[in-house]
C-alpha cells in the first residue's frame, strides 16, 4: 500500500517547500540583503576605518535644506551653502533664491538673505576675507518646441551726453512696421559721450570747434508682444522706444539683432557682491560690465580678481570680454581678452600666469578653447602644452594644483566630451609646470571613466577624489559609490571608503578646519536606470572622516596660542606641548568650489623652526604662491596625522 502523509505533514512538506520555493525565487534579493548587512558591519569596525576611513550624513533640519549649487569655505569656519534659485524654475519665478550657512563645528545652520539669483554665478576669496560673488541667472533656458513667441537681443541707443537712460523691465520697442517686442529685464544706458575737434581753414585760422557725440550702448533681451512667427527677422531696424516723448524719443532708441525662434539659453546678470563673513551678510559692489552666467572668478597675486567667460545677458557665450575687479575700490576694469569655454578651471602660478588644463564646464563649442596652456595676462600670450591624452574629454573634468603648490604641478582628472555626450575617461595626468617646455604625462588611472568628481587636497598632501558619474548627468543610474586617495609622491591611487549618497552635476566638495571632507549636492536628469523618473536634487550631506583621525583618535598635534597675522620676516610663532611631534606645516587656502571648478584651494609647504614648548613657521612671501587672504595653518606628525586647523591672515 502506497505511503499517505498525513494532513500534518502535508502542511509541513508544503511549507518547507515554499520556503524553498520562495527562497529560490529570491535568492539575488537574499543575498543583497545579507552582502548589505555584511557590508555595513564591515565597514563600521575600528580596523577598516583607520585604513579607509569612513563616511556619516548631517542630520539638517528641513527648513535649511537646499539645493547646493556652491560652496564656499570662510574664515569663521563656516560654509556659505549657496542655491539661488536652486536650478528651479519655480523658484526664479517666485524670486525665492536660497544662502544657508552652517557651523560644522556646532553643526548649526542660518538662512541668509539673498538679494540676486546667485545660481551658476562664480567666486573667490578676497585678501580680506570676504567672499565675491559675481553674476547668476537672468533667465531659465528655453528649448526647441518650448518657444512660442521669437526673441531675441535688442541694442539700445543713447544719444543724449548729459544724461543716462533707465528704461524699466517691460519697456516696449515698436519697429516701423508696428511690431512691438517687450524687454525682459531692467536696463541703463549711459551718457552719450562727447568730444571736440578742433580745425583749422587754409590760412591755418583756428576755427570753431566742433562738437562730435558718440552714441552709448546697453543690450537688452526681448520677446515680441504677439505669439507667431510674423514678429521673428534676421535684419536689424530701428525701433522707437514707446512712452517717450520729445528729445528723449529722439535720444534714445533700438537697434534689433536677430530675433528668432531658436533654442533661448540661460542668460547670466551684471550683479556683484561681497558676502561678509563676520557680519553674514551680501554686501552690494559695483556691477561688472557683461553679465555673466557660469563664469570662473580667480583671484590674482595683487589680491585682485579675474572674471572670465560665462553666457551673457541674450544667452550668448562671452568671446572673451574678461574684466578685473579690484576690491580696494569695489569696481571692475577691462581685463585682457581671451576666449574660453564656461567654467574654465584657471590655476594661478609661480610669476602670476594662469594655468588652464582644459577642465571646463558646460558651454561653448567643441572646437574653440580647449587646449590647456599658459596664459601670460601681461602681454596676454597663451602658450599651448602638450601632451594630453582623451584631449576631446575634458568638459566637467576636475583639476587640481598638486600639492605642495611649491611644486607647480597641476593634475587633471576624468571628464566626458563636450555637452550631452555619453563618453568619460578614466583618464589623469600631470603637468610640471616648472620645466622649461611642460608636457602632460600620464597618472594613474581612475577605475572608470568619470564626470563630475570632486577632489580635495588635504593637509598631508594627498588628494581625497570622491563620487562623480561615468554618463553626463548620471544617466542610466551610473553615479560612482567609490573614493581614492591620490599620492603625489608615488603617484598612485589608494582605495578610500566608499560613500553612500551618490554626487554627479551641481555637486561640491571641500575640507573643513577640522581635517575633515563635506560633500554637497547633486542634480541627475532621471532617478532611474531607464530614465524614464525625472531626477530629484540630492540634499543630503555627507561628511569624510580620513583614516589618520580614526588612527589617533584624540590623540592629534595641537597648535595653542599664536597670532592670526604674519610678523615683518612672514614668520607666526605658535605654542605647542610636543615640537618635535610636527613633522611638516602646510597653509592651505580654502575652498570656492562649484560645477567641478575650485582654483581656490591650494597647499603651500612651510619652514618649520622647533623651539621649547613652541613652533615657528615661515610663510613665503612670493604672492602668486601665496596670494593674499586667510588661510588654514595644518600640522601634520610623521604619520600623517593632521592637527586642526589655526586661521592666518596673509596680507
Given at each position: ?356 588644463p582644459a577642465s571646463n564646464a558646460g558651454y561653448g563649442p567643441a572646437e574653440s578653447g580647449r587646449e590647456p596652456g599658459l596664459w601670460d595676462l601681461r602681454n596676454n600670450t597663451f602658450e599651448p602644452v602638450p601632451g594630453l591624452r582623451d584631449a576631446d574629454e575634458t568638459e566637467t573634468s576636475a583639476s587640481v594644483l598638486l600639492p605642495p603648490a611649491q611644486d607647480q604641478r597641476v593634475m587633471i582628472l576624468g571628464g566626458g566630451g563636450v555637452g550631452e555626450s555619453k563618453k568619460s575617461t578614466p583618464r589623469t595626468a600631470v603637468v610640471d609646470l616648472k620645466k622649461d617646455n611642460p ?213
Amino acid at each position: 500500500m502506497a505511503y499517505q502523509p498525513s494532513q500534518r505533514t502535508k502542511k509541513t512538506v508544503l511549507g518547507i517547500g515554499g520556503i524553498a520555493i520562495l527562497v529560490g525565487l529570491n535568492a539575488p534579493a537574499a543575498l543583497d540583503f545579507v552582502g548589505d548587512k555584511y557590508h555595513a558591519y564591515k565597514i563600521a569596525q575600528p580596523e577598516y576605518k583607520a585604513k579607509y576611513g569612513s563616511w556619516s550624513q548631517i542630520d539638517i533640519p528641513e527648513e535649511f535644506r537646499t539645493n547646493a549649487i556652491h560652496a564656499a569655505l570662510l574664515h569663521t569656519g563656516k560654509v556659505l551653502i549657496v542655491a539661488g534659485s536652486g536650478n528651479e524654475q519655480k523658484k526664479f519665478d517666485e524670486g525665492s533664491f536660497d544662502t544657508i550657512l552652517w557651523n560644522p563645528a556646532a553643526n548649526t545652520f542660518k538662512r541668509i538673505p539673498t538679494p540676486d539669483d546667485f545660481f551658476c554665478s562664480g567666486h573667490a576669496q578676497l585678501p580680506d576675507g570676504r567672499l565675491l560673488v559675481a553674476g547668476g541667472t537672468a533667465r531659465y533656458e528655453l528649448l526647441d518646441g518650448e518657444i512660442d513667441r521669437a526673441g531675441g537681443g535688442m541694442r539700445v541707443k543713447n544719444e543724449n551726453p548729459d544724461k543716462a537712460v533707465f528704461l524699466k523691465k517691460g519697456t516696449r520697442f515698436r519697429s516701423p512696421a508696428g511690431v512691438e517686442y517687450v524687454s525682459r529685464f531692467d536696463v541703463t544706458v549711459p551718457k552719450a559721450k562727447k568730444s571736440f575737434k578742433v580745425t583749422y581753414n587754409a590760412r591755418g585760422v583756428m576755427q570753431p570747434w566742433k562738437t562730435r557725440v558718440k552714441a552709448a550702448e546697453a543690450r537688452v533681451f526681448v520677446e515680441a508682444v504677439e505669439k507667431g512667427p510674423m514678429s521673428v527677422t534676421e535684419k536689424q531696424a530701428q525701433y522707437e522706444v514707446v512712452g517717450l516723448t520729445g528729445k528723449d524719443a529722439e535720444n534714445t532708441y533700438g537697434l534689433s539683432e536677430k530675433i528668432t525662434f531658436d533654442k533661448q539659453d540661460f542668460q547670466g546678470i551684471r550683479a556683484a557682491y561681497e558676502f561678509d563673513p563676520v557680519a553674514e551678510k551680501y554686501i552690494p559692489v559695483d556691477p561688472m560690465d557683461k553679465a555673466r552666467w557660469y563664469p570662473t572668478l580667480v583671484g590674482l597675486d595683487d589680491g585682485r580678481v579675474l572674471a572670465v567667460s560665462g553666457l551673457d545677458d541674450v544667452g550668448v557665450i562671452d568671446p572673451g570680454d574678461n574684466e578685473i575687479y579690484d576690491p580696494r575700490t569695489k569696481k571692475w576694469s577691462r581685463g585682457p581678452k581671451r576666449y574660453f569655454p564656461t567654467y574654465p578651471a584657471l590655476f594661478l602660478t609661480k610669476g602670476g600666469k594662469l594655468f588652464y588644463p582644459a577642465s571646463n564646464a558646460g558651454y561653448g563649442p567643441a572646437e574653440s578653447g580647449r587646449e590647456p596652456g599658459l596664459w601670460d595676462l601681461r602681454n596676454n600670450t597663451f602658450e599651448p602644452v602638450p601632451g594630453l591624452r582623451d584631449a576631446d574629454e575634458t568638459e566637467t573634468s576636475a583639476s587640481v594644483l598638486l600639492p605642495p603648490a611649491q611644486d607647480q604641478r597641476v593634475m587633471i582628472l576624468g571628464g566626458g566630451g563636450v555637452g550631452e555626450s555619453k563618453k568619460s575617461t578614466p583618464r589623469t595626468a600631470v603637468v610640471d609646470l616648472k620645466k622649461d617646455n611642460p608636457v602632460f604625462e600620464d597618472g594613474p588611472n581612475l577605475p572608470q571613466g568619470t564626470r563630475y568628481l570632486n577632489s580635495v587636497i588635504m593637509p598631508d598632501d594627498t588628494v581625497f577624489t570622491a563620487n562623480g558619474s561615468e554618463d553626463y548627468r548620471g544617466r542610466s543610474a551610473s553615479n560612482i559609490l567609490k573614493a581614492q586617495f591620490y599620492d603625489p609622491k608615488g603617484n598612485v591611487f589608494r582605495e578610500a571608503a566608499a560613500p553612500t549618497v551618490g554626487r554627479n552635476y551641481h555637486s561640491e566638495a571641500l575640507l573643513l578646519p577640522d581635517g575633515r571632507v563635506a560633500t554637497f549636492g547633486s542634480d541627475p536628469l532621471f532617478d532611474d536606470q531607464q530614465n524614464t523618473k525625472l531626477g530629484h536634487f540630492e540634499q543630503r550631506m555627507e561628511i569624510f572622516t580620513p583614516p589618520a583621525l580614526h588612527r589617533a583618535g584624540d590623540d592629534r598635534p595641537v597648535l595653542k596660542d599664536g597670532p592670526r597675522e604674519l610678523d615683518q620676516d612672514h614668520r607666526v610663532t605658535f605654542r605647542t606641548e610636543h615640537p618635535d611631534r610636527i613633522a611638516e606645516a602646510r597653509l592651505m587656502r580654502p575652498s570656492a568650489v562649484t560645477h567641478t571648478t575650485d582654483v581656490e584651494q591650494r597647499s603651500i609647504e612651510l619652514g618649520v623652526t622647533r623651539g621649547a614648548k613652541a613652533v615657528t613657521f615661515e610663510v613665503p612671501k612670493d604672492t602668486s604662491l601665496v596670494p593674499p587672504g586667510w588661510y588654514m595653518l595644518f600640522v601634520t606628525d610623521a604619520d600623517g596625522t593632521p592637527s586642526k586647523a589655526r586661521w592666518i591672515h596673509v596680507k
